[in-house]
Structure formats: structure tokens, C-alpha cells
């Protein structure tokens, strides 16, 4: 537990990807198998749920603690994170357990789930006590589910990868669904990670899907394309579809779907099921599941038989509302059915075709939808322009279409693993953001490195333009990115200066900051008050030559609607 | 009638009619200590506690009209009897005790608890009322000894020096890094000063502080291998800087209270965050309060609005004091003052 521990704070220390490579490799050639199970588990994003309702914990913490509940939360709100403020009050002890990180998980902290607050009131002041400091952290952060920290999977590959004298790929192949929730990480699927490669893999593989080959921004002027990326001849161009990412894996008669996040969602999309009986074994196939229908015609078009609305994209605010469900009714599969949009085959007839250029893939794929001939399987239209500024030209539909902008693979690119360059390249061309004007008045305290600082921000705009006579700001959107750690700290003292009042961890401050805030989507909303919804608002810069009266009216963002 | 108010100047004593570290200017300042947030220019008379002259005259200029009392020696002004106390924050830092009509008060500036070798021990004072700071007022905030804390920073140092890496500790020019110079093991190499730290060296030494040799960073020729085995201290300001750029490949620290908290060391973006503060911590607080017999408090600074309801419920007639301490720089790495809004209860 404290050699996890000690890892958890160096990662945490630093921001040298090196530095991070360095340190979990010392961790993976010293940690025993069973601990290096769990530790590649927490590492590469897995989280058993919630051991211990985060209301018992916080009950626990308090009495044991000797503080008030009120003293806590203040606590708590000065460190914006639940483990540190509970391991920042404990008394403190020195380090006793002698324990690993496995046998603290599985013979301590998971026998903790679904015991009765008595049982848990008895058990966990005794676990703690054993426990230094930075280990209590971890410790209550593995209980709460909320142990992250800055690696990623694929620097996690590497570093496995390079101790093992492995392939990357290959690791990261065997990495997939290592966080699913139905395994339980274990000496011997640690040791299964870093084995020798064998000749028999492939047959091994099951439902198991490829990495995820991951694009790159472009943000340049069209102007330099030419220079950048050579003639548009050379790429094979689509748009950039807002959807969920997904790999649909059929082999041994048996279908899998996996999100991005390499999170196995086969039943969130039964209307997919289908496909298990018109793909042929052997297949997998990479495209968006997106939000399909035909959109309810507005009333203008409503009586014109002339132009029947095709099926498109809808809006990704449509499918979010299937997300979050737990069970999917017949209602919400009638009003968001899905398709897929392919726009890639990883594997054909059982073989690994990553290795085949982008478009002798394409137009494989390409066949096996025919052949497929199901509805739910479409694939992503490949645009073709005259030239880049062509393109361009196409891309300012964007919006209208429904899509971010567009993808641009290189013809004779490869297949690559994560965001790597080396096997080919792809490219998001997405268009500019929506953005407004909008004013800062509530603001409250951040998480992790902005603990402490107010650096979520609540943000309105006025409900009628500048000539009304009376007028008020309505909220509209959250914001806590897009700023620099400077401006951060003088927004951080003027919200400090002009509080006006406090509600728990909200401070509403004097309306004088104005924002422009981009967001990718706009939708009308019933559950804010504004009536509308923006997707992913974030602060583009700060505008301090406005006046709060300068700012935006919902207007603007109802005109952003059509 | 209160001994002491809140005014738009500062904390003014109306029966003996002169501030305590007032934030404009006034005709008569009474100065608990040298840091800028205490101390500011302009004012016709100062008075402070006689070891924190040097420091005064090279922060506010030579020619200041100050008088200075030694520690415990009282002075009558306007029927108001006052003397200073060692606060223990840093050299030449008091409390204030005010005698007046059989009531005491004691404003304490900022003040530190555990006795550090550079400034005289925290004295508590026995008083009705006792104004306090409240920088570090919440229970997450308790220090480690600091003969821990220097041990780490002698093993991160030690550990540099064998990787050929210069060690920079970025800490507050005044006070923490004279402690710092006087806490470390000065036997494990060179110790490098940044030019804002050099001349507090000066006035530390010639008050009879202990500090070991230093080498004022400017004067050494870039290159020079020395620079590798060095620990260097330097302002908070100085990171990022062009000047850091001398030291090649270099470690770096940051001595604070705030670093005690994971988003603040975060934030800082240094590779090392040492727990090392000149205010008390909860604890501290408590204890100091607690010493002072006081039954009235009232909180400066800080986590005015916890402190204040934390004494409350323990019995005491707490209230806040809205002023503007804990401003400067030198106190305040990054926020950091959890609030000077928040003047509530």
C-alpha cells in the first residue's frame, strides 16, 4: 500500500511524461504480481464502484475526526477533495501496515461494500489507523471510486510494455477490458500482460476489440494546407460525426460493442443486435454511433410533400438522454434510435487489417455494409472536394449538418494505436465555436490543483437586448476551463472582493466580468432556466474591454438555435 | 468603549488616537512587523519593537520618523499604556498590548508558535481582548516539527547534488528564507541567494541571527559547476523568470503552509512542495487564544468567518475585524488567503 502510495505522489508530483514513465517502472519491476494487478488497474483508469456510501464515509471522518460537521465541510470546501480533507484531519499515525496494495484491496477495502453502517463504523477507524498520511489518501480515494491520476493508458502501456520487452500494441490489445467492471485484476492476468508474446493470441482474443487510433487537431488556416498536408488528393475525407466512438467486434458468432473509453456497451444499443447475424465472424469494424432519424419537420415544411425529410445525424444532446439511462424503455428507443456510421474495418475474415492502407480498408468496408444490407449499418460518406479550399468551402455546412467539422486520414495511412503519429495520421477539422458574451455572477471553488481558488464559474446573459427597459441576467452555462492559471488568480481575488452573498460553497458576486465562452452545441432545454443547453462551454478569452451591459442576450443564443 | 476599531485606515486605537499597521496613511502607525502588508510607507510617526528596526528602515526607507521600544518596556501615550511582544513570525515581530482604564487588549499581528531561532519566541500575554490572525484557520492546517521538515529538504537536496541538479527552494524573501538558511544542514554544499534575499541576510546578521555563508546569486559566473551542488533560495516571483535560466537543470521546491494542500502544490507546478509556514496552524491558534485568557477575540485576516463561529461555540465572544492584511505577495503565494470576503458571522 505505501509502495502505491509513494507512486501515487510521485505521478503526482511531476508533469514530465519521462519522469511519470521512470516512476512506474521502478513501481512495476519492485511491485509484487498481485499488487501490479491492481496497481495497472487503478493506473489505466479502473474503478471498482463505491465501497462505502460517500455520506457513511463523510460521518465516519467527522466523529472520528473530533471536528463539527460545519468545521468539516469548511475543510472540505478549502480542499475541494473528499480523501485529502479526511486524511488532512485523521489523527495523524505512522505507517504500521505492512500490507500490499492487493490484500488491502481484496481482504480489506472490498469486503467493505454493502456492510451495514454499524459494521463499517467498527472496521474503518481501525483500517485508518494503520496508515500513514499519503496512504490514507489513496486509501479513502480507492474506497470513493475517485483515485485518478495523471497517466494514461498509453503511458501505462509503455511502461509495461518497455519492462516487459513487449510491443506496445500488443500490450495495449492485451489491456483491453483489463478495467472492466466484470474483472478482477490478478497475479496471473498481471503476469498474462507482460508474458512473452505467443503464437496462439489471436485465437485467444474473444470479444476483445482493437486500441482506438485517435486524431490530432488542425487547427491551421486552410491557406497552408497545401504546404502542411500536400494535395487534398492524398486524404480521404469525411465529417467529423458527434457521436459516441465505437468498435463493433463480431467473431464466434457472438457480437461486442466497446465505447471508446474501452467500455464494453453492447446492451445500451439492442437495436444493434441485429448485426450479429449479417456480419460474418471475424469482423470488426470502427465507426460513430450516432442519434439517427428524421428530424420533426417545423411547420413551415410540414405540409410540403415535395420534400420528405431524409433520415440525418441529430443533435448529440438527443443521445445523451439514452447515456445516462439505466433501463432503456421502448419510449426512448422510438424517440432516439441509433445507427452506426462506419467509417473503418480493423479485421476481415479473422485477419488483422490494421496494417492495410486507409483506403484498401475503405473500400473493403465498404463491401461488407452492402453485403451486411442492414439499415443500423451505414457507412460514413467519403467527401470529395477539387482542392483544400473546396473543402472549405463544404465545411461551412457543418453546423447545419449536424457534424463538428471534418476528418481528414491520409490515403495511405496505417491503423495506429492511441494518438500516435508514426503509423499515419488523422486529422479533426472541426469548425470554430458557437460563442457569446457572457457575464460571470456565480462562482465557487475548484477541485484538485485549483482546490481552494474560485474557478467554476456560472455564467449569464441578459434576457432582453441592451433598449429594454428592464432586464436581468439569466444563467445559461457552466465554465471552469479555458483560462490561464494568471487570470485565473485575479478572477480568483475580484470574485473574493465582490461576494455578495454566500449559498454553501456559492458565492454570487457583483456582476463586472465578461467572458467570451465557446461551446460546441446548443439546444432548447426545459431543466434550465434559460431554456436552453449549450454542450462543452468553456471561457475562450476574457473579455475585459466589455461592460457587463455589453454582454449577450438570449436572443443571440436563440438565433444560434435555427 | 473598545480599546480598538475597525477603521478605513486600519485598526485604530481611539483613546490613544494612532493605528496599528494601518493600511493608508495616518499621522501616528504602531508596527507589528516588517512584511508589506503591515507595514506601509507614508505615515508621519512610526513606533515598533526595537529588533525590527534594520529591517523597517531597509524595507520603508532610512529616514522614516521611527521610534523603537525593546520587547516588554512600556510606553504611556494619552493615558494609554503600550508595549511590545514577541510574536515569534519573524525578526523584530510584536504583539501590541494596550493598557487602558484596567482593560488589556493585544493585537497580535501574525505570529508563529514554535520557537525557530531567528526571532524571539511567541510570548503569550494575558489580556480581555485579543486580536488574531487567521491565515491558516481551518483544522486541516498543522505543521509537522520543523527539524522534519528540514530534514526533507537536506535529503532533496543532498539527492540533487548527486545528480548534478542545483536545488532552487523558492520561499519568501523575508523571514522564511533566513529560517530556512538557519534550519538546513549548511555542511552539504553552496548556498546561493537571490538578490531580494541578500540584503535581509544582512540585517539578520548584523541583529546576531546565526546564518550560514551565502553567495549572492548574481556573482557567480554562469556555467560555474558549483551550481550544481547549490542550494539556492530565491522569491516566489523569481520562478519562471530569465534569471532561473543560469541553473541549468535544476530541481525545484516551494517552502509554505499552503503547500500542505495537493491542489496548491499542483497549482505551484514545482517538483517539491515543503510544509514550512511562519503562521500558526489550527492548533496553534487554538492554543495561543487559549493562553491569552481572553474571553473576547477578535479575528484579522483569514478564515475569519470559521474562526470566528469555531469560538463562538467555544464559549468565547468572538467577532471579525475587516481589514486588508494578508494582501502582499510575500504572504500570499497564490490565492491564498481563504478569504477576505468572508466576513460573515
Known sequence: MKDFALLYAELDATTSSNAKLAAMQHYFAEAAPEDAAWAVYFLSGGRPRQLVPVRILRDLAVAFSGLSVWLFEESYQAVGDLAETISLVLPETSHTSTDGLAVWIEDKLLPLRGAPPEVLAERLPGLWSQLDRPSLMLCIKLITGSFRVGVSKLLVTRALASMAHLDSKRVAQRLVGYTDLSHRPSAASYVKLIAPESSDEHAQRGGQPYPFFLAHALSQPVEQFEALLGPASHWQVEWKWDGIRAQVVKRDGRLWIWSRGEELVTERFPELESLVHCLPDGTVIDGEIVAWKTARPSTEDAFDPQTPAAPAVQPFALLQQRIGRKTLGKKILDEVPVVVLAYDLLEWQGEDWRNQPQVTRRTQLEQVISACANPVLLPSPVLTGEDWFDLARQREASRSLGVEGMMLKARDALYGVGRTKDMGVWWKWKVDPFSVDAVLIYAQRGHGRRASLYSDYTFAVWDAPADASERTLVPFAKAYSGLTDEEMRQVDSIVRKTTVEKFGPVSSVKPSLVFELGFEGIALSKRHKSGIAVRFPRMLRWRQDKTVEEADNLGTLQDLLS | ?345
Request: charged share 20%; proline share 7%.
Open chain 2, 1 to 345: 468603549m473598545d480599546l480598538v476599531i475597525a477603521r478605513p485606515e486600519g485598526l485604530y486605537c481611539p483613546a490613544g488616537d494612532f493605528y496599528i499597521d494601518p493600511w493608508r496613511p495616518v499621522e501616528r502607525a504602531v508596527i507589528t512587523h516588517a512584511h508589506g502588508d503591515h507595514a506601509k510607507g507614508g505615515n508621519q510617526h512610526y513606533l515598533a519593537a526595537a529588533p525590527g528596526e534594520g529591517i523597517l528602515r531597509t524595507r520603508l526607507g532610512a529616514d522614516i520618523n521611527l521610534q523603537t521600544l525593546p520587547y516588554g518596556l512600556p510606553l504611556t501615550h494619552h493615558g494609554v499604556t503600550l508595549s511590545f511582544h514577541p510574536a515569534g513570525h519573524v525578526l523584530g515581530s510584536a504583539q501590541v498590548r494596550l493598557e487602558y482604564g484596567g482593560e488589556v487588549w493585544v493585537a497580535s499581528g501574525d505570529y508563529k508558535i514554535e520557537p525557530d531561532g531567528t526571532c524571539a519566541p511567541f510570548e503569550p500575554v494575558r489580556c480581555d481582548t485579543f486580536i488574531t490572525e487567521s491565515t491558516f484557520g481551518l483544522p486541516i492546517y498543522r505543521w509537522q516539527p520543523q527539524a522534519q521538515v528540514f530534514a526533507e529538504i537536506n535529503q532533496w537536496w543532498q539527492a540533487n547534488a548527486a545528480a548534478d541538479k542545483a536545488s532552487v527552494l523558492f520561499c519568501y524573501s523575508f523571514g522564511k528564507a533566513q529560517r530556512i538558511l538557519h534550519g538546513i544542514d549548511a555542511s552539504l554544499g553552496p548556498i546561493l541567494v537571490h538578490g531580494a534575499v541578500e540584503p535581509l541576510n544582512r540585517v539578520y546578521r548584523q541583529s546576531g541571527v546565526y546564518l550560514p555563508p551565502t553567495i549572492y546569486a548574481g556573482e557567480v559566473k554562469k556555467n560555474d559547476p558549483m551550481m550544481r551542488k547549490a542550494l539556492v533560495l530565491a522569491p516566489p516571483s523569481a520562478g519562471g523568470s530569465t534569471w532561473m535560466r543560469r541553473f541549468g537543470d535544476y530541481s525545484d521546491g516551494f517552502a509554505s503552509g499552503w503547500m500542505r494542500l495537493r491542489g496548491t502544490r499542483r497549482r505551484r507546478g514545482v517538483d517539491r512542495g515543503f510544509v514550512l509556514s511562519d503562521h500558526a496552524d489550527w492548533p496553534g491558534l487554538l492554543w495561543a487564544i487559549e493562553q491569552t485568557g481572553a474571553e473576547r477575540v477578535m479575528v484579522t485576516h483569514g478564515s475569519v468567518g470559521v474562526l470566528v463561529r469555531h469560538l463562538c461555540e467555544l464559549g468565547l465572544d468572538a467577532q471579525s475585524f475587516n481589514t486588508e492584511y494578508g494582501d502582499d505577495e510575500e504572504e500570499n503565494p497564490v490565492i491564498e488567503e481563504p478569504d477576505i470576503a468572508e466576513v460573515l458571522t
